[in-house]
């Protein structure tokens, strides 16, 4: 059981590398292309009108646009014909160039790519004052690109083949820059967020974050996943901490990306509840976590589990045993899978894949002294846990089930829910949050 589920799925996670997760909620409404900056919302939907969002609600904007953009250098926009507008004075005007891409992001200055994936820009000076009564001198950059995104650090592009490229040396008044570098990597969009934050969207709709980036290295060092079960993206833009996310049917989400640091050493399995983290690795050495110290306990175990009905394990000959005074004491009863993430009381699965419980008032009080109680479930389970609101489980097949009407005292439950989905493992926070982990080793969340 784990409390804080999230930061401990993601903990494990964290120890092969830096890991990066979503936290979203649906925003009503439903979009084609979006852009965020300086606190300010703007996109577009499939008829090519444009919205700009106030608390929950989209305003709409005069004219019709297929791609808009804010920045420092105002609000821009591209239309069906490749015209290039720039709201003026709540209005929209148009200016010379055609492009079928554009972006606002850089320090005043603004860039763009034309139907031929040919690449421009316009200096700070000229996009500063534009406002459709002057020719607007956009300089031809070297190369081909399909999608071209700036901020406060740099510039950031993908061309046809998704391969993705940074721009050295552009400065607002030098928006042309020096040269291009490949950076590894395969990316169908890219954008560069007000704070110089990118971000990117493959060919298959999974979102990815570049991380290392720092004013002495703009071109950061890895991208990492964006760990979410949001379906298929196809867009997205970053400002202020906040992370706008356009679904290939619509859908608009406002996420708030989570890090996860990596922490020294390596389990085989984690669990945490009110504030304690314990795990157990190969060797079957248990350990529980305080500052970045992990401090050995005694005995072997294979399994382990914290909650509100004390720390419990198993081992590899599937004997349970509960922590008593800082040691280990065997109890009755034979698991492979332990849970102790309910209301006081303990559920686990054996080596035949049956399904125990035991109530609140044996688990309590359970010391080794006398035989326990446990409670035979129906069905077959391998992975059993419970939290606040339920509990879930995964079967050989890695079918997902929930179990109705279990309470403390009662905790066998009624009946088995089969919920659709697929999942190797699952676990149940203690706030009642869900989490699992099918087996390709993608992480998901049950959302109500």
Known sequence: MMMGLHQCLFLLLSMCGITSALNCTVVPGALTQIDASNGQVFGVNRAGNIYTLYGTTWTQLPGTLTHVTAGLGGLWGVNSNHNIFRLVGGNWRQVTGLLKQIDAGGSQFVVGVNMNDDIYCLPKSSAISADGSSALPWIQIEGKLKYYSCGPRGCWGVNSADEIYYRHD???????????????????????????????????????????????????????????????????????????????????????????????????????????????????????????????????????????SGVWGVNSNHNIYRLVGGNWRLVTGLLKQIDAGGSQFVVGVNMNDDIYCLPKSSAIAADGNSALPWIHIEGKLKYYSCGLLGCWGVNSADEIYYRHNVTPDSCAGSRWHNVPGSLSMIEVGTEGNVYGVNSAGNIYRRYH
């Open 170 to 308: 552009v400065t607002p008044d030098s928006c042309a820059g020096s040269r291009w570098q490949n950076v590894p990597g395969a990316l169908s969009m890219i954008e560069v967020g007000t704070e110089g934050d990118v971000y990117g969207v493959n060919s298959a709709g999974y979102i990815y974050r570049r991380v290392g980036i720092t004013a002495t290295n703009p071109v950061g060092t890895t991208w990492v996943p964006l760990s979410n079960d949001l379906g298929q993206i196809k867009h997205v833009s970053y400002d202020l901490g906040l992370l706008w996310v356009l679904t290939t049917d619509g859908k608009i989400l406002n996420c708030k990306v989570s890090d996860f640091e990596q922490v020294p050493g390596t389990l085989t399995q984690i669990d945490a509840s009110n504030g304690q983290v314990f795990g157990v690795n190969t060797a079957d050495n248990s350990y529980t976590l305080y500052g970045s110290t992990w401090t050995q306990l005694p005995g072997l175990l294979t399994h382990i589990t914290t909650g509100p």
